[in-house]
C-alpha cells in the first residue's frame, strides 16, 4: 500500500493505483469526462488536471500513478486553471443546443461547464460539423457533433461488449467517431454506450424527444428477461413508462444493462396491450366488467371439474411470472382437486422431477474470478448477455473457455477448446469428456464407458477442467430444452464433481428458480408436455403465449384447440382463435411481486406505473378467483403477505434459500447408444433474444433491429450442397405436421445433417419440436 496526500486528506491505496482511484476512495471529486471506473485509461479529455507537487505542469489524475508522499492539489489555483484552459478548449466545437438536447439536466459537460466554462468564448471561426450517421434502431448519432472524443464508447465495444462497433477516423479538427463502413451497431449490451456519452452525441433513439429528464420521476425495479435479474431504475411521465437505465449493483449487474433490459419497456406501451376483460360468445369477442368475467371464469371451471374431474384441469404460466402469482395459481388449481400445473414451457424431458431446483450454482459475482468454463449447449451472448460480459472480463484475466454447442458462435471471447456437435451427439460427447477426464486421473470411467474412445477436443476439454481454480460447469438453455436433458445433467455433473468444479444452470426466464420454490409444477400430475400430449377440457394460461413459448407449438395448438375452456391471463390481446376469456393482467411494471434469480437472490419491487385501464395485478386476480371458487386460504392483502407465507418468514430480510437450492441428482452417467442406420437431419432450436417473451415481442425499437429479423434456415455447407441451395435461395421445412417456408443461409459453423431454426417466432409457430428430426428441400 502506498499513502498520499489529497487536498490535505491523507490516504492509503494499492501500489498502482492511479491518483483518481485514491481520489474516489476519500470521495474527493476530480472533474472529468473520459474516465470511467470500468474502462481502461484513455487521459485524452485531460479535465482530470491536478496540481503534484514537485511536478513542473498539471497532471491528468486518472493516469497519474501514486507514489509514496505524493502530494496533490485539486483545488489550487494552478489546478483550477489548468482545468478552465481544458473546458474553454472543449467548448470550442461543442453546438450551444442544451435547450434541445436529450441528455440536457444529466450531462456531465453541461454540469462541469457551470464550475469551470468562461461565460464568453474567444473562438470566432467556424464550427466543425460532423455529418450524422445512421447505426441502427437503438441509438442515435444526429448529434456526433457535441462529440468531444472521450472515446467511452470505444473503449466499451472492445472491453467490455467484446466487439469494436465503434472507431475513431479522420485527425485533427476532422476526426470522428463513427462506425466503419456504415455499419449498424449490433451488440445485444450497446444500450450502455449512450449512458457512458458524457456529451449527448450519442443519445437513445426510442426515447429521443419525447421528455426531459426533470420531468420524469425515477423508481427501482428488476428486469424479467433473464435469470440474471439486473436491478433497473424504471424512469415514468405520468402514468406511462418512457425510459429504463441500469441501476447499479456490482453483485447482479454492475453499472450496465443489456439491450433487450433496457428497450423492452416499449413492448409496456404496446397498441397489443389488452386494457378490460373479454369474453367469447357466439364466435365474436366482446368486453365485459370484471365481476362478469370472473363469475363466468368460476362457473365454467366448476363445471368442467363436475363434469370430467379435476383432472381435466390445467394451468399454464411463464418463468417470468412473479413469486406469487405462481403460488397463487399453484394454489388455485390444486385446491380445485387438480394437480397440472407447470412453468416449465419450453422443457421436454422431466425425468429429473423432484431430484434438482436447478439454479447458478455460484453468486453471480464470483464468475469473474473463474479460471476453468465449460459451457454446454449455450447461445451464450443472446440468452445471457451480462453473463457472457462477465466470462468475457474472466478471460482477459486467464480463463479459459471451453464449449459443448450445436453451432460454433462466436463468443467475442478466446474460446481453449470446442466441440462442435449434432444435439443428438451431445451426449456422446460428454462422454468422450469423461473417459478423457478418467484417464487422466487413473480412475476407472462411469459403467458402460469401457468402448468409448475420447476425441483431441474431449482431452483438451478434460485437461483444461483439471487445471486452475476456481472452474465451474454452465448448462445452458438449449440443455434443458434438450430431449436427453436429463442424460446431458447426470453426465455434466460427473464431470463437475470430478474436476471439483461448480455446476450450474443458466437459467432461462426471470423467475425460473422462483417457479420451482412456489412449488408450481406437478407433483403427481402431468407436466407441460403430458398437459399438451393428452389434452385437458379446460387450461388457465398465465402470461404464456404457447404457440411461441412452448417446446412443441403444433401439440400446445391442437390441444388448446380442443379444449372446452381456455382463460388466458396476459397484458396483451392474444390467443383470440383458441381462448375464451381474456383477462387483462398487469406487466412486471404494474404490479409489487418477486423475481427469484439465478444465484437464488430474492429480489421484491413495486409497481411503477399504475395500472393500465382496467388491468389488475395478476395475484389480487387469482386471489378474487379463488374466494369465488369457495377455496380456503385465499385471504390476502398485499404481495408481501403472499411472498413471506411462501417462505414462512416475517420479512424478505428473513429468507434462507440455502436448503431449497439444489443441483446434484443421485443420477449416474450414461452412454450414449449406438445410432442405428442413416443419420438424418436434425433440428438446433435457438429462442432469439428479442423474441423471448410478450413483452420483448411487442417492443418496437427492439424489433426494427438484426436480431429481430425472420429466421432463417441456417445450413451446414455439406447439406446446403446437398439439396442444391444457396444463401438466399427459399427453402420448405417439414416437420411433424407442419411446415414452414424460410430463407436459407449457409454457416460453416454447423455440423453436418443440422439445421438451426429459431423458435418462438410466428414464421416458425408451424413447426414441430425445437429439436429431432426434420426434412429440407428447396422450395
Known sequence: MVEIEIDGKKVEVQEGSMVMDAANKLGTYIPHFCYHKKLSIAANCRMCLVEVEKAPKPLPACATPVTAGMIVRSQSDKAVKAQKGVMEFLLINHPLDCPICDQGGECQLQDLAVGYGPSSSRYDEEKRVVVPKDVGPLISTREMSRCIHCTRCVRFGQEIAGVMEFGMLNRGEHAEITTFVDKAVTSEISGNMIDLCPVGALTS????????????????????????????????????????????????????????????????????????????????????????????????????????????????????????????LQKLVRDLGSDNVDFRLRQSDFSLDGKVTPWLGMPIQEIDQLKRVLIIGSFLRKDHPLLAARLRHA????????????????????????????????????????????????IAAPAGFENVTPSAAARETAANLLSGEPKAVFLGNAVVHHPQASKLHAAAQWIAQQTDAKFGYLTEGANTVGGYIANAIPRQGANAQALFAQPRKAYVLLHAEPELDTANPQLARRALDQAEMVVALSPFKHGLEYADVLLPVAPFSETSGTFVSSEGRVQSFNGTVRPLGETRPAWKVMRVLGNLLGLQGFEFDTSEAVRNEIFGVGSIADIDLAQLLNNLADVAPQPAGAVSGEAGIERLADVPTYFSDAIVRRAHALQQTAEAEAPKAWLSPALAQHIGVTTGNQVRVRQGEGSAVLTAAVDGGLPDGVVRISAAHPSTAGLGPMFGPLSVERA
Open 395 to 442: 478471460t482477459k484475466r486467464g480463463a479459459r473457455i471451453s464449449l459443448l454447442h450445436g453451432a460454433d458462435q462466436d463468443l467475442l471471447m478466446p474460446v481453449t477448446s470446442k466441440m462442435i456437435a449434432a444435439p443428438s451427439a451431445w451426449l456422446s460427447a460428454l462422454g468422450e469428456i469423461i473417459v478423457a477426464i478418467a484417464q487422466t486421473k487413473g
Open 205 to 328: 433513439k426510442p426515447f429521443r424527444y419525447s421528455a426531459r429528464s426533470w420531468e420524469l420521476s425515477r423508481r427501482k425495479s428488476v428486469s424479467p428477461h433473464d435469470g440474471l435479474g439486473s436491478n433497473l431504475i424504471v424512469q415514468v411521465k405520468g402514468a406511462k413508462v418512457m425510459r429504463v437505465l441500469p441501476l447499479e449493483n456490482e453483485a447482479v449487474n454492475e453499472c450496465w444493462l443489456s439491450d433487450r433490459d433496457r428497450f423492452s419497456y416499449e413492448g409496456l406501451n404496446s397498441e397489443e396491450r389488452l386494457t378490460a376483460p373479454m369474453i367469447k360468445q357466439g364466435g365474436r369477442w366482446q368486453e365485459t366488467d370484471w365481476q362478469t368475467a370472473l363469475e363466468y371464469v368460476a362457473h365454467g371451471l366448476k363445471n368442467i371439474k363436475h363434469e370430467h374431474g379435476a383432472d381435466a384441469i390445467a394451468a399454464l404460466a411463464t418463468p417470468y411470472s412473479t413469486l406469487e402469482e405462481l403460488a397463487l
